[in-house]
T-cell receptor
Framework: DSGVTQTPKHLITATGQRVTLRCSPR?????VYWYQQSLDQGLQFLIH???????AKGNILERFSAQQFPDLHSELNLSSLELGDSALYFC????????????????FGSGTRLTVV | AQSVTQLGSHVSVSEGALVLLRCNYS??????LFWYVQYPNQGLQLLLK??????LVKGINGFEAEFKKSETSFHLTKPSAHMSDAAEYFC?????????????FGKGTKLSVIP
C-alpha cells in the first residue's frame, strides 16, 4: 500500500458520459498530480494542485477538470467522454519543497482504469 | 521543456545477466531524475532518484543508476537479472518550473527476463 488511494479501480462507461475519479494523497502531502497513461501517448501530466490551488496544467483537455478539497483529496472530472479517453489515470502525491522532494519523491496510487465503450 | 528518451522499448535478458536500461534527458537546469517500475496491472513504484547528491544512486531490488551530466544520461543497471524483474521501467525528469515539480516520463522500456 503506497498510501495514495484512488477510487474506483475500474470504470466502464459510455461515450458522452461524465465520470469522477477520486484521489486521497499520502498523509502529510499537500500536492496532488494527475497523470494519464495510454498506449499511444504514454504517461502524460495533466494537472497539479497544491493545498487546494491549481499550480500547473499539462496536456489536459478542456472537457477535463479537477479540484482539490480542504481535506486535500482531489477529484478529476472527465466529461463528454470519447473512446480515446480510455486510459489508466494515476494520481501522485508529494511534499511541496525541493528538499522534501529530494528525500521522499513522488508516491503514486494504483490508478483508475477507465474504459469508454 | 524537459524531455526524456529511453532507448529500446523492449529489452530481453537472460536470468542472471546484466540489466542495462538507457535513459537520456534534456533539461535546462540541474534536474531531479527518477526511475519507476510498473508491474502488470499495477501502479508506478519508485526505484531510485537522483537529486544532486551522489552521482551513483542505489535503489531497491538491487538496481542502481549513474548520473552523467556530460552525457545527459541516467542509465539503470542491475548486475544479475531475476525473473521477478520482468516489468516496464520508466525514466522521468522533474520540471521544477514555478515550483510545480511535475514529471516528464520517457516512453518506457519493457524488460523481459528469459529463464
Amino acid at each position: 500500500d503506497s498510501g495514495v488511494t484512488q477510487t474506483p479501480k475500474h470504470l466502464i462507461t459510455a461515450t458522452g458520459q461524465r465520470v469522477t475519479l477520486r484521489c486521497s494523497p499520502r498523509s502529510g502531502d499537500l500536492s496532488v498530480y494527475w497523470y494519464q497513461q495510454s498506449l499511444d501517448q504514454g504517461l502524460q501530466f495533466l494537472i497539479h494542485y497544491y493545498n487546494g490551488e491549481e499550480r500547473a496544467k499539462g496536456n489536459i483537455l478542456e472537457r477535463f477538470s479537477a479540484q482539490q478539497f480542504p481535506d486535500l483529496h482531489s477529484e478529476l472530472n472527465l466529461s463528454s467522454l470519447e473512446l480515446g479517453d480510455s486510459a489508466l489515470y494515476f494520481c501522485a502525491s508529494s511534499a511541496r519543497t525541493a528538499f522534501e522532494l529530494a528525500n521522499y519523491g513522488y508516491t503514486f496510487g494504483s490508478g483508475t482504469r477507465l474504459t469508454v465503450v | 521543456a524537459q524531455s526524456v528518451t529511453q532507448l529500446g522499448s523492449h529489452v530481453s535478458v537472460s536470468e542472471g545477466a546484466l540489466v542495462l536500461l538507457r535513459c537520456n534527458y534534456s533539461s535546462s537546469v540541474p534536474p531531479y531524475l527518477f526511475w519507476y517500475v510498473q508491474y502488470p496491472n499495477q501502479g508506478l513504484q519508485l526505484l531510485l532518484k537522483y537529486t544532486s547528491a551522489a552521482t551513483l544512486v542505489k535503489g531497491i531490488n538491487g538496481f542502481e543508476a549513474e548520473f552523467k551530466k556530460s552525457e545527459t544520461s541516467f542509465h539503470l543497471t542491475k548486475p544479475s537479472a531475476h525473473m521477478s524483474d520482468a516489468a516496464e521501467y520508466f525514466c522521468a525528469v522533474s520540471d521544477s518550473g514555478a515550483g510545480s515539480y511535475q514529471l516528464t516520463f520517457g516512453k518506457g522500456t519493457k524488460l523481459s527476463v528469459i529463464p
